[in-house]
């Protein structure tokens, strides 16, 4: 009976000091979790908060500046229900400066986004909500739209300019390869010429030798 005693203490012992083995490794595995967390949500905080030189670039670029974005706060959806205009069944694309420029607004301008998710398509389609846009904001964008197509003219013209002045060089180039043929020609007819000089030369002086004397 007291052997019996001693083996259930010991079980319960043993027992027990698995529990608190079980239950230090849960709150250590705990801590290391929360620091785990803290540390993935600073680096996210970080990222969040780093300035974009480039996005801040091509905001600029595409007009969406301070004085834009005050301007913008007064549309409202009656702006754009109660907008004079009928849309022609002819299909108007945006440009590719208009493009650019619709993408940044959605994402950097809160009032353009909801304005477009309030009545897009309920209220009215969207190739007619960017034609209300694009009138409305005109005076505010206007001045870098056109500064923009005038740097892509530039480019163009520039690019242009490039490849007109490859062309005398590739002419160049052209006219060398030629003149080199035209040498080595000459020189293989020259050569041959020679030899058929030597020949003839040779020739003869054979036949006056052989030949018989006439008396």
């Known amino acids: 009976m007291q052997l019996w005693n001693k083996a259930r203490s010991f079980a319960e012992e043993?027992?027990?000091?698995?529990?608190?083995?079980?239950?230090?490794?849960?709150?250590?595995?705990?801590?290391?979790?929360?620091?785990t967390t803290?540390?993935?949500?600073?680096?996210?905080?970080?990222?969040?908060?780093?300035?974009?030189?480039?996005?801040?670039?091509?905001?600029?670029?595409?007009?969406?500046?301070?004085?834009?974005r005050e301007f913008v706060r007064g549309i409202t959806v009656t702006t754009f229900r109660d907008f004079p205009l009928q849309v022609s069944n002819i299909r108007q694309d945006l440009t590719e400066w208009q493009e650019k420029h619709a993408n940044?607004?959605?994402?950097?301008?809160?009032?353009?986004?909801?304005?477009?998710?309030?009545?897009?398509?309920r209220v009215m389609k969207e190739r007619k909500f960017w034609r209300i846009y694009f009138i409305l904001v005109n005076n505010h964008i206007a001045p870098y739209e056109n500064r923009y197509m005038e740097e892509t003219k530039l480019k163009s013209s520039e690019k242009v300019k490039g490849q007109m002045a490859m062309?005398?060089?590739?002419?160049?180039?052209?006219?060398?390869?030629?003149?080199?043929?035209?040498?080595?020609?000459?020189?293989?007819?020259?050569?041959?010429?020679?030899?058929?000089?030597?020949?003839?030369?040779?020739?003869?002086?054979?036949?006056?030798?052989?030949?018989?004397?006439?008396s």
């Open 167 to 214: 062309k005398p060089l590739e002419v160049e180039l052209t006219s060398n390869q030629e003149v080199k043929e035209v040498n080595k020609e000459t020189k293989t007819l020259n050569s041959s010429r020679q030899q058929d000089l030597d020949a003839f030369l040779l020739g003869d002086t054979g036949s006056s030798d052989d030949d018989p004397v006439i």
């Open 38 to 68: 803290k540390e993935i949500a600073a680096q996210a905080s970080i990222h969040l908060t780093e300035p974009s030189f480039n996005k801040d670039v091509d905001l600029q670029n595409f007009g969406i500046t301070d004085e834009f």
């Open 14 to 35: 043993t027992a027990k000091r698995s529990q608190e083995e079980i239950s230090t490794g849960a709150h250590k595995f705990t801590e290391i979790i929360a620091e």
């Open 104 to 121: 940044l607004v959605l994402s950097t301008v809160k009032e353009i986004s909801k304005l477009r998710y309030e009545l897009c398509p």
